[in-house]
């Protein structure tokens, strides 16, 4: 079958498609958490004590007793089994984007050849996975390959359900035998443990004296396309990379805005359903969906959860999307950007940190006490922000990010922070010196703290920044859609650990002093406004203004790209950030860099080897198609003396020349490897690889403007965007 005969089938299947009844949904009670082994099913089935002691494990993350855990290990297996789980599997997080897991059987055979099921505390609580090849950034030499994983049990296990059966999926970490983290769950848990001592500390210092453990928070609105299967098998680039690498856009993209919160598509309702009852059981609390702005675009987002786990929730969330897509007939692609000329996808990280006792520390509260600690960790993250600007935009450094951030539609290159009006204008009048005459007198407490009041609500919102307060959490835009949040999440927990730290130390001396505590507090902020204003940006992020005034009078970095940003992990003053909060290494920073930038070189050469040969067996073979009709037909024509225009061939010929001269020269680009560094090896594929692949689809592009519509092999952006 010729490629545009399997383009014109595929059209037909969609259209033919019977359309899935849609199904009664369930009670929420009835789903919810039903394959979490969750506190409350402990409680169900475990001794008293034992059940204490894992609690206590749980709520603090501390060490599990080994006793302990063969009773918890027991209990577990017996639950697994009951829901029809004959396999174990520790899941972990290894430095890439995924999640591993290694599956084993619960199956023991005995001496006398019967076997039993067993699962012992030692398995539960420690295994051992042949992870000798998983990225390690030359952490592990290869005489001690050797990781093993550990039970977090700060997360609860659960039961993956497939077709093929149910397996107990228990969340580790993974670290070398030397203890180092191999993995992205090891910082986040290491993160968020400095981050509730340094925030204790100030909050003791605050006056409380009942300070429950801080932990921060996330809620993660996932975006993401869904296509047609029959579409996206068609498409190479689709199926190997994720986006689209050729494709003109369609005469229709978003420019109606038709799509952006518009009425589901009834197909797409019954996955969204199917979606959610899969994430309901598993304890994964989806809250909001809607289409998003592009065609084909669509959001998920759960309610928020403790750090640790939402973040393995967005991981079990985006394989959830992409296996119930399967099912669907959709392929859901989780690619920053699927397609050219319209909007990609992010994940929008909503960030906060808090505690049982005194709440949700970035909520501005109702007194003007609680208001002076608002703004302390508020001003602690605008310095941390300023300070460590460079690392926030570092950990979403990726190829495919890239295509998204600082393209007009997503948050820029430069990381800034939004504090909306009124909160910008307090901060401003602190640097003043003169909290007194507000901008919005009446809201402002005069009395006899010399800290200001104000409402909860920031009101206006800015969609142009990368670091936006929303409220009563700061919102992290620039992730990708692709990307684990555990990355941003750690360089948040650590560069507000680094803060708090500064302004405790502040605080404590002046506090020593005999400076009263809103005096303290006062100077401090004053001293971070001063210090750290640059970072705070209310306009257009997208201006061109914006670039030339951050970069040149605020001293800001612009890293547009992957080979930019990624460097910033090898800075001395970040590596100094990590080890003082002892939150990674020097050298498992270093293993991050290299094992980042190993994948950044490893998809642009993907991308460029599948340019150049969709491009030769697929786009050049339609366009040449084209052109012999075109030629044979003009020929035909002038010799009984009719002469045709022969424009149209001579274009498509141009067209093709252009095209596949840029090919050999891509082709050349791509067989040097004498790099001096991997640093420079970066720059050559974003600085010279890219605009070359950039540039051949510009010709492929331009070829499917003028090839005859059946000739054309590659399913079309209208058909894929708009064909449900
Ligand atoms: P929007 O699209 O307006 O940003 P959404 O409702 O789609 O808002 O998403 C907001 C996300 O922020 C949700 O995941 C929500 O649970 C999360 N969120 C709300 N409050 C907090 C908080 N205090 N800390 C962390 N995340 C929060
Ligand atoms: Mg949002």
Known sequence: MSGNESRFQAICQITDREVLPPKTPSRLEEMWAIDVFSLNKMQACLPKDVFKAIKKTVQSGGKLDVSVAGVVAAAMKDWAISKGALYYAHVFYPMTNITAEKHDGFVSVQSDGSAITEFTGKVLVQGEPDGSSFPNGGIRSTFEARGYTAWDVTSPAYIMQTDNGATLCIPTVFISWTGEALDKKTPLLRSNAVMNKAATRLLKLLGHTDVATVNSSCGAEQEYFLIDAHFANSRPDLLLTGRTLFGKPAAKG??????????????????????????????????????????????????????????????????????????????CLLHEKPFAGINGSGKHVNWSVGNATQGNLLDPGDTPHDNLQFLLFCGAIIRGVHMYGPLLRAVVASASNDHRLGANEAPPAIISVYLGSQLEDVFEQIKQGDVKNS????????????????????????????????????????????????????????????????????????????????????????????????????????????????????????????????????????????????????????????????????????????????????????AFRHLSELSVTIANLKEIGIDLEKDGAEKVAALIKLMMDTLSKLDAALSKHDFGSIEEHMQYSAKTLRPMMDQVREYADALEGEVADDLWPLPKYQEMLFIK
Not at 274 to 284: N, Q, S
Not at 286 to 298: I, L
Not at 316 to 329: E, F, P, V
């Open 439 to 622: 901008a919005h007198a009446g809201v402002m407490n005069l009395g006899v703290d010399t800290l200001p009041e104000f409402p909860k609500d920031p009101g206006d919102r800015n969609r142009t920044s990368p670091f936006a307060f929303t409220g009563n959490r700061f919102e992290f835009r620039a992730v990708g859609s692709n990307q684990a949040v555990s990355g941003p999440l750690v360089a948040m927990n650590t560069i507000l650990t680094d803060s708090l730290t500064w302004v405790a130390d502040k605080l404590e001396a002046e506090l020593a002093k005999g400076i009263g505590l809103n005096d303290a507090a006062f100077d401090i902020l004053k001293e971070v406004m001063e210090q750290h204003s640059a970072v705070v940006f209310g306009g257009n992020g997208y201006s061109e203004e914006w670039h030339k005034m951050a970069v040149e009078e605020r001293g800001l970095l612009n890293l547009p790209t992957t080979a930019d940003a990624l460097p910033m992990l090898k800075e001395k003053y970040i590596e100094e950030l990590f080890e003082r909060t002892g939150v990674l290494s020097a050298t498992e920073l270093e293993s991050r860099f290299e094992v980042y930038a190993e994948q950044y070189l490893q998809v642009i050469e993907m991308e460029a080897k599948l340019v150049i040969s969709m491009a030769k067996t697929v786009i050049y073979p339609a």
């Open 254 to 331: 978003q420019q109606f805005d038709d799509h952006y919160f518009g009425a589901i598509p009834e197909r797409v309702q019954v996955f969204m359903q199917d979606v959610e009852e899969r994430m309901y059981r598993l304890g994964i609390p989806a809250k909001t969906r809607h289409n998003e702005v592009a065609p084909g675009q669509f959001e998920l987002a759960p309610f928020f959860e403790a750090a640790n786990v939402a973040s393995d929730h967005q991981q079990m969330t985006m394989t959830i999307l992409r296996n119930t897509a399967k099912k669907h007939g959709f392929v």
